[in-house]
C-alpha cells in the first residue's frame, strides 16, 4: 500500500522509528502484568498507614521519609552531583 503511494522503503522505515508499532504492548501479546496496575493501590495504602500513624507520633512518618529520601538518592532520582 506505501509502495502505490509513493512512498520508498527508507520513508517506511523512518515512519516506523517515529512510531514504532511493533514494539507495542498490543502486538506484543497482551499488556502488563497485574502487578505492575496494583502497584499505586500500594502506595495509596502505604501512604494512609504513615499518614494515620501521625495521630500516635511522628517516627513512624520520619521513618518512612526517610526512607523515601534515601531510596531517592541510592536511585538517583535527583541529580545532586555531575557524574
Not at 36 to 58: E, K
Request: a positive charge.
Amino acid at each position: 500500500m506505501l509502495r502505490d503511494l509513493g512512498v520508498s522503503h527508507a520513508g517506511h522505515r523512518a515512519g516506523e522509528a517515529l512510531r514504532p508499532l511493533s514494539l507495542s504492548l498490543r502486538t506484543a501479546g497482551g499488556g502488563l502484568p497485574l502487578v505492575y496496575y496494583l502497584a499505586p493501590l500500594g502506595v495509596l495504602a502505604f501512604a494512609a498507614a504513615v499518614f494515620s500513624s501521625l495521630r500516635a507520633g511522628r517516627e513512624v512518618a520520619f521513618g518512612a521519609l526517610f526512607f523515601l529520601v534515601n531510596v531517592a538518592l541510592v536511585l538517583q532520582l535527583f541529580p545532586w552531583a555531575a557524574p
